[in-house]
């Protein structure tokens, strides 16, 4: 069992920066996949990014490249989604996922067994 707590969400202005925390308890996240996924007000949870569990490769939605990072230290058990270049478009709460071994590019939710309980990002414009 993996528990996962997201962190560093929050109001931005647009063009702005963001950096959010997935932090794992209980267990080691170092042989998980994690993903963050995302969802806007009224609509479904979409896919944002991953990194595989070796660190070795990540995974980004078209809307979120080149302006998105997603990074882990697997010392601090954490890992890392920085967001530069905020639209008020990527108003959402973010939540991040965690998939046992994932090597491969998993974007969707059923791809992960644990879930954080989300952080709000809210864009203005």
């Known amino acids: 069992q993996v528990t996962l707590e997201e962190s560093g969400g929050g109001r931005v202005q647009a063009g702005g920066s963001l950096r959010l925390s997935c932090t794992a308890s209980?267990?080691?996240?170092?042989?998980?996949?994690v993903g963050w996924f995302r969802q806007p007000p009224g609509e479904e949870r979409e896919f944002a990014a991953e990194i595989n569990w070796t660190g070795s490769n990540t995974y980004y939605a078209d809307s979120v490249e080149g302006r998105f990072t997603i990074s882990r230290d697997n010392a601090k058990n954490t890992v890392y989604l920085q967001m530069n270049n905020l639209k008020p478009e990527d108003t959402a709460v973010y939540y991040c996922?965690?998939?046992?071994?994932?090597?491969?590019?998993?974007?969707?939710?059923?791809?992960?067994?644990?879930w954080g309980q989300g952080t709000q990002v809210t864009v203005s414009s």
């Open positions: 996922a965690a998939a046992p071994y994932g090597l491969g590019y998993r974007p969707k939710v059923t791809d992960y067994s644990y």
């Open positions: 209980a267990r080691s996240l170092g042989t998980y996949a």
